[in-house]
């Protein structure tokens, strides 16, 4: 079974800027990880390559430093690794994102599956997996909680629906993205760190792409306009109040009043 796995870098802190005029994170200088929820993806695939055999490749849109995380998907167990990175792709919404990334997979070797984690933290979306399966026109499911049984036409999975547990059945090729509980992601080996070390990545750019035409990709290539992007307000103002117990208790009461979270 040939596999794929998109992964992706995103900030390691909640501390980041952004550019006042694009909207987009300034994450030169910040500290990097891999995706938390693609984690789980990379996991996923490591098992079902353990059980029916094959390879899996990773497949990140970035930065050249974000070979970093190639690196670590090579700790995990990645066969193959591929670097999609360009400058014609900065800026780019979702829909630009998944775009590339269908053109990167499409130019990196058919796969049977293709595994994305639920969402990004930076992002939080949780679009891309399922525009990445409609430009490469396959059937995909989100919300994988568990795999159910693989066979050599189909996959079948458990996804959790906010309101029911459903079950399907896909036939390959296909993409499914997949929760962080599905399973428990192995750490990155030390052993495999030193047998990759000098295992060759593939880097992407745009005239390596089945599509070449600019106008897909990056800024030109964003239907989306951000309005306004900020990072999240913090409050760490305090109160320390002491008394009975009664006191205490109206005290409490009339604060969340005026915050207005209590209404009477």
């Known amino acids: 079974m040939d596999i794929t796995v998109c992964i992706k870098q995103v900030p390691g802190t909640s501390e980041v800027k952004v550019d006042p005029e694009t909207g987009v994170l300034q994450r030169d200088g910040i500290d990097s990880k891999m995706n938390p929820y693609d984690l789980y993806a ?22 050249p430093q974000a070979e970093q995380i190639l690196r670590e998907a090579f700790m995990m167990g990645a066969d193959e690794a591929f670097l999609i990175s360009d400058r014609q792709f900065a800026g780019s919404d979702v829909l630009a994102t998944a775009y590339t990334l269908s053109q990167g997979i499409m130019k990196s070797g058919s796969s ?20 990445i399966a409609e430009f490469l026109n396959i059937p995909h499911v989100t919300n994988v909680r568990s795999i159910l049984k693989t066979d050599e036409e189909s996959i079948t999975v458990e996804m959790d629906m906010p309101h029911t547990v459903e079950i399907a059945r896909v036939l390959y090729p296909c993409l499914i993205s997949v929760e962080k509980g599905i399973y428990q992601s192995r750490l990155p080996s030390y052993v495999k760190k030193k047998e990759t070390v000098g295992k060759p990545i593939t880097v992407l750019s745009l005239k390596d792409l ?15 306009q951000v309005e306004r992007i900020f ?22 009461f009339e604060k969340l009043r005026d915050e207005k979270l209590l209404v009477q």
Do not use: F, N
């Not at 990072?231 to 409490?252: A, I, N, Q, Y």
């Open 42 to 63: 990379i996991e996923t695939a490591l098992r079902l390559k353990e059980s029916k055999g094959g390879k899996v490749r990773a497949v990140t849109m970035g930065p």
């Open 112 to 131: 049977d599956l293709i595994i994305c984690g639920k969402q990004t933290t930076d992002g939080d979306t949780a679009q891309v997996g399922a525009e």
């Open 210 to 224: 089945p599509d070449q035409g600019v106008s897909r990709y990056g800024l030109k290539g964003s239907p989306t």
């Open 231 to 252: 990072p999240p307000e913090t409050r760490d103002d305090h109160e320390v109040w002491s008394g009975s117990s009664k006191e205490l208790t109206r005290r409490l």
